[in-house]
């Protein structure tokens, strides 16, 4: 039997003793564990590039992890990118991984799908499977959090559209004030 490798995303905040036992739990333990906790930015964070706090809250998460089963498993981790996807692919680099384990209440519905790519099975944790979400939220979600091609291009399209109408509004409010002025 070869030593089983399993990568664990923690998508929010899981508590570690649950992470743990949950391992323990395995029928058939892994040799390696390496804990992937993305980074959760904030759609305020993510316009104003201040996603330092962010990275190091996501530093801790894994090592509070890697902590909690450093007796069971060669264990390490790393804070992630903020696309869970993105985080898997990059951790998948440099850790052979024979599975993923996904963790924490607020994973995506939709995340199990785009994992599927990387071609390995897939758990999770009781809880971690978020509740299915509108096409349109999803999209808004996506292109708030900044992983969406076209978010600068509708950020740009969306504050000139809110520009337009202010300096419209404005404008007629002007009018209004020199139409009374003039009738007086």
Not at 1 to 7: A, G
Not at 27 to 32: G, L, Q
Not at 69 to 81: F, I, K, M, T, W
């Given at each position: 039997?070869?030593?089983?490798?399993?990568?664990v995303l923690l998508v929010g905040d899981e508590s570690p003793r649950r992470l743990r036992d949950a391992i323990a739990a395995r029928?058939?333990?892994?040799?390696?564990v390496h804990v992937v906790a993305p980074t959760l930015v904030g759609p305020l964070d993510w316009l104003a590039t201040a996603?330092?706090?962010?990275?190091?809250?996501?530093?801790?998460?894994?090592?509070?992890?890697?902590?909690?089963?450093?007796?069971?498993?060669?264990?390490?981790?790393?804070?992630?990118?903020?696309?869970?996807v993105q985080a898997v692919e990059d951790a998948l680099h440099h850790f052979p991984a024979d599975e993923i384990l996904i963790a924490g209440g607020t994973a995506d519905p939709d995340l199990e799908v785009a994992l599927r790519r990387f071609g390995l099975p897939m758990t999770h944790l009781d809880g971690a499977r978020g509740r299915r979400h509108s096409r349109a939220y999803r999209a808004l979600r996506e292109l708030a959090a900044g992983r969406n091609n076209s978010t600068p291009f509708v950020l740009f399209i969306g504050v000139n559209t809110a520009l337009l109408l202010l300096g419209l509004a404005l404008s007629l409010l002007a009018l209004l004030i020199l139409w009374l002025i003039g009738s007086l």
């Open positions: 039997m070869t030593p089983r490798n399993l990568l029928a058939e333990p892994p040799a390696r996603e330092d706090d962010a990275h190091r809250q996501a530093e801790v998460r894994a090592f509070d992890a890697e902590w909690s089963l450093a007796d069971q498993a060669d264990v390490d981790g790393e804070a992630g990118d903020a696309d869970p």
